[in-house]
């Protein structure tokens, strides 16, 4: 047994979710033919409350396609500068949509409404046109933390007043509605455009969706096809993406707790610096005296657990479905009996 926290992308499907994926009735999507496609599409926009979703082959291309069809060349995107669309899509911000990125540090890459509306730029020759503010929710790279509405309706008043697009990375929404309780349809009243990851907590093989308002849809789904992204008989995968949503969204706690309990092990550990407060199923921290993140990472791989370095002293550790209590169990002697 190995216990695998690098990502909660490691999942496999399950037997239950492949039985459902291969009974799935599939056509070709990009005729608009595959019954499974347009279900998992008309059951995340009704989910949200918007007329639109487009099913795509990851969360990197969903990003990018609503960053493409919200701005212009040379507009300016306002954004945490660790977030995903920024740090981890390849710069495909500017090289896809020749847009420039205006990054703030925010707390734990929770950026603020009075720090958005200090970087809008006046309508001046001089400065690019400022289109989008986009936020991650829960923040990755800020360790898993969370927006509650109450803090993103501040930046929506922003938005409104300066007449800005909204754009959510969702990848793990459902992990931060599963812990603020908030509901899906108030996503939909705040964000333009929103991307959720069916392939991290959720469970499924393969896909993300980007959800989005009518008028937004024809371009979407010309941008998917220009960056490659139009899938054939897909609904075997969207098949997944249903039974996910269907069955995977409610055990997130679960995850959560796991992650809480590794949190709490390694506060308690001499050789450990530094634990970021864990609120999902993400647990990033430091080391002690100066240690590097990938020799201990290589060496904890020696002993059964698997992580990322995350930073040069930084290691993180991500709880999901394929993670249970019997490999938390050895996690914890693992990490108890290196870091002690
Ligand atoms: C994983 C992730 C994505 C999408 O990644 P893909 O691997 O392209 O599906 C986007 N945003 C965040 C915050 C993520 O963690």
Redesign the pocket.
């Known amino acids: 047994m190995i216990a695998d926290l690098r990502s909660d992308?490691l999942t496999k499907p399950t037997p239950e979710m492949r039985e459902y994926m291969m009974d799935a009735a599939v056509g070709d999507d990009v005729f608009g033919e595959d019954p499974s496609v347009k279900a998992l599409e008309k059951k995340c926009a009704d989910l949200f409350g918007k007329e639109s979703a487009l099913f795509c082959?990851?969360?990197?291309?969903?990003?990018q396609i609503a960053m493409n069809i919200l701005t212009r060349p040379y507009d300016e995107v306002i954004c945490y500068e660790g977030?995903?669309?920024y740090k981890?899509?390849g710069g495909g911000l500017s090289g896809n949509s020749g847009v420039s990125s205006r990054l703030l540090a925010g707390d734990r890459g929770r950026i603020h409404a009075e720090d958005i509306e200090a970087c809008i730029n006046p309508d001046n020759p001089h400065y690019p046109r400022t289109s989008v503010i986009a936020l991650?929710n829960?923040?990755?790279k800020g360790g898993g933390c969370f927006y509650t509405m109450d803090e993103i309706q501040p930046i929506k008043q922003v938005a409104e007043k300066h007449r800005l697009n909204m754009h959510l990375?969702g990848?793990?929404l459902f992990n931060a509605l599963e812990e603020t309780k908030d509901l899906p349809g108030e996503y939909g009243r705040v964000f333009n455009t929103i991307?959720i990851?069916l392939?991290?907590g959720l469970g499924a093989p393969v896909g993300?969706v980007l959800v989005m308002d009518k008028e937004l849809e024809h371009a979407a789904r010309r941008m998917r096809k220009v960056y490659g992204g139009g899938m054939r008989q897909a609904g075997f995968l969207a098949a997944a993406g249903i039974y996910a949503l269907d069955h995977h969204v409610g055990r997130l706690k679960e995850d959560h707790q796991r992650a809480k309990s590794l949190e709490e092990i390694l506060q308690g550990l001499s050789r450990v610096e530094k634990v970021l407060p864990v609120d999902t199923n993400i647990v990033i921290f430091s080391l002690a005296g100066k240690s590097d993140s990938g020799k201990v990472v290589a060496e904890l791989e020696k002993n059964g657990l698997l992580a990322v370095a995350f930073g040069p002293q930084e290691i993180r550790l991500v709880t999901h479905l394929d993670f249970t209590d019997d490999h938390l169990n050895m996690a914890v002697k693992i990490l108890k009996n290196y870091f002690k």
Do not use: F, L, Q
Request: proline share 4%.
């Open positions: 992308t082959p990851s969360g990197t291309m969903t990003n977030a995903h669309i981890y899509e991650e829960t923040v990755n990375d990848a793990r991307s990851c392939s991290k993300s």
